[in-house]
């Protein structure tokens, strides 16, 4: 049985919490329990790329071995010009570097035999033979998956590729962001899709939303009496949202020159997040009602104003290979904004990202108001360690901390802080769970589209973004291994941002 252990995470360990019996929850369990899907060809377009060699491909390998996959095919379409063989030979090793559970060779065999291959260059004149050819050895009713890892500006004309080959009917498209740059770029790619797809058809993808810590925060929210009376603004101080990174843009300097932190990180994930934080209750946990709330949160999101922004840019950038000399392209975003209903007035929201940060992490934190202190003694350090933390930690580790005052032991009233922490890791079923994108992808087979961002959800965040956009604040610049400008302290004062943080999370001991 897995224990809901003490948090060292910020604070001091407090008392450890047994949760009841979760049963069996493998993945295979999953699996044998998910509605049955009809056949699919799934067609990736970019399939010799990064993201399908790291995520896509085994990925997708891992929801064969679940059983989570109906019968399928797999069509890569991509630059090199290669066979099947070899981009089978591609897909395995793909498969044997990144996948995160085993595989024997008789899965790896089963799956690869599903797996075809069409260079770009002969997509248009090929693509269409070979998908029907699959959908027919398929049988009545196969379903078409389209997943465009491919660069924005290369969108546009695969879209109109499937037009040309007739691969719209009975089918689905997941895209990757960015979904424009700015408002009119949105609305531009919005209705080129839309000339070809309905927008049912579309499915925007955020792996952010597909995290089992994302989906936590609605579990908690909703599930529990102990959180759902107090989440607003009579009980919350303030929210932030912290996505450091200690990487640089290494091999992306060409796309991020071109688009920066904000337009990579804050307009599609930190939103994202955002709206699931601060969403009303839906009617169901199901695509529609999710998605009105969702877009409540936008549609009451003021406009960003500069003077609440904080840019930079970590020394060094400049000399990036790929990056002008004199770019002003910010690798470093923190801003403040706020959320104008009745809900959230007068709760500030800050949000965090950068490249080549002190460490790299996605914390949520819930900061509830102090009560009044006047009853305890001066010397009884109660309010030194800052207010009561609710802590998501959106890392595969899926942790949630508590934090809260305790008496410490002895004479006299002292106070210090304790917590309390759970960890997927310390569950039976560490190990078990969905990875975002194997999740998100079995999602859009099914057609649900909980998890995924609209086209609504994209222009109003442009739409707020403008005043940012047509008026940035210069770019600061920062250290390397650091936590941004100096300037983002006066941002956030008085309160103070909870990375990084006082002491670290305790270590889960391996059983």
């Known amino acids: 049985m897995s224990k809901l252990r003490p948090l060292a995470g910020t604070d001091h360990a407090g008392p450890s919490v047994t949760p009841e019996p979760l049963g069996e929850d493998s993945l295979e369990a999953v699996g044998s329990q998910a509605s049955p899907l009809p056949p699919h060809v799934l067609v990736i377009f970019g399939a010799t790329g990064d993201l399908a060699r790291r995520k896509l491909l085994p990925g997708l390998l891992r929801l064969y071995q679940a059983g989570l996959l109906p019968e399928f095919r797999i069509v890569g379409v991509s630059l090199e010009e290669i066979d099947e063989v070899e981009f089978r030979a591609v897909a395995a090793k793909a498969c044997r570097e990144f996948a995160r559970h085993a595989f024997g060779q008789e899965d790896w065999h089963e799956f690869s035999n599903r797996l075809s291959y069409v260079p770009h260059a002969s997509?248009?004149?090929?693509?269409?033979?070979?998908?029907?050819?699959?959908?027919?050895?398929?049988?009545?009713?196969?379903?078409?998956?389209?997943?465009?890892?491919?660069?924005?500006?290369?969108?546009?004309?695969?879209?109109?590729?499937?037009?040309?080959?007739?691969l719209v009917d009975n089918a689905r498209v997941i895209m990757e962001k960015p979904f424009g740059t700015d408002l009119a770029s949105a609305r531009h790619l919005n209705q080129t899709l839309h000339e070809v797809l309905r927008e049912e058809q579309i499915f925007r993808i955020d792996h952010f939303l597909?995290?089992?810590?994302?989906?936590n925060i609605l579990a908690l929210?909703?599930?529990?009496?102990?959180?759902?009376?107090?989440?607003?603004?009579?009980h919350i101080d303030h929210i932030q949202i912290d996505v450091p990174e200690t990487l640089g843009v290494g091999s992306r300097a060409a796309f991020y020159e071109g688009t920066g932190a904000y337009r990579d990180m804050v307009v599609t994930h930190l939103m994202q997040i955002l709206a699931f934080v601060a969403m009303e209750p839906p009617t169901a946990l199901a695509p529609e009602p999710i998605t009105e709330e969702k877009n409540k949160v936008f549609r009451s999101l003021r406009p960003l104003d500069p003077d609440w922004?904080?840019?930079?840019?970590?020394?060094?950038?400049?000399?990036?290979?790929?990056?002008?000399?004199?770019?002003?392209?910010?690798?470093f975003v923190a801003l403040r904004n706020e959320i104008d209903n009745w809900r959230w007035?007068?709760?500030k929201f800050y949000l965090r990202t950068g490249k080549r940060m002190a460490e790299s992490a996605r914390i949520i934190s819930i900061a509830f108001r102090e009560p009044p202190q006047s009853m305890f003694p001066g010397d009884s350090k109660v309010g030194r360690y800052g207010p009561d933390h609710l802590t998501f930690d959106l890392d595969e580790s899926s942790r949630v901390s508590l934090s809260f005052y305790g008496k410490k032991p002895g004479m006299g009233m002292v106070l210090d802080k304790a917590s309390m922490q759970f960890s997927l890791e310390e569950t039976d079923y560490a190990g078990e769970t969905l990875?975002?994108?194997?999740?998100?992808?079995?999602?859009?087979?099914?057609?649900?589209?909980t998890l995924f961002t609209t086209a609504t959800d994209i222009e109003r965040l442009w739409e707020?973004?403008?005043?940012?956009l047509q008026s940035p604040p210069p770019v600061k610049p920062y250290p390397a291994g650091s936590w941004g400008p100096t300037e983002i302290g006066s941002l956030i004062a008085p309160n103070s941002w909870r990375l990084p943080f006082a002491r670290r999370w305790r270590r889960v001991p391996v059983s």
């Open 123 to 166: 997509a248009h004149k090929q693509l269409g033979g070979v998908v029907k050819g699959l959908q027919s050895e398929l049988g009545e009713g196969t379903c078409l998956l389209h997943y465009l890892s491919v660069p924005p500006a290369a969108a546009e004309d695969v879209i109109r590729m499937l037009a040309d080959n007739d």
């Open 210 to 215: 597909g995290k089992e810590a994302a989906l």
């Open 221 to 234: 929210r909703f599930a529990n009496g102990l959180f759902e009376p107090i989440w607003n603004r009579d």
């Open 309 to 331: 922004v904080v840019r930079g840019q970590y020394e060094g950038y400049t000399d990036e290979p790929g990056v002008d000399p004199s770019s002003s392209t910010e690798t």
């Open 345 to 347: 007035s007068g709760v």
């Open 435 to 449: 990875e975002a994108y194997e999740r998100l992808i079995r999602d859009a087979m099914a057609g649900d589209r």
């Open 464 to 468: 707020i973004s403008e005043p940012l």
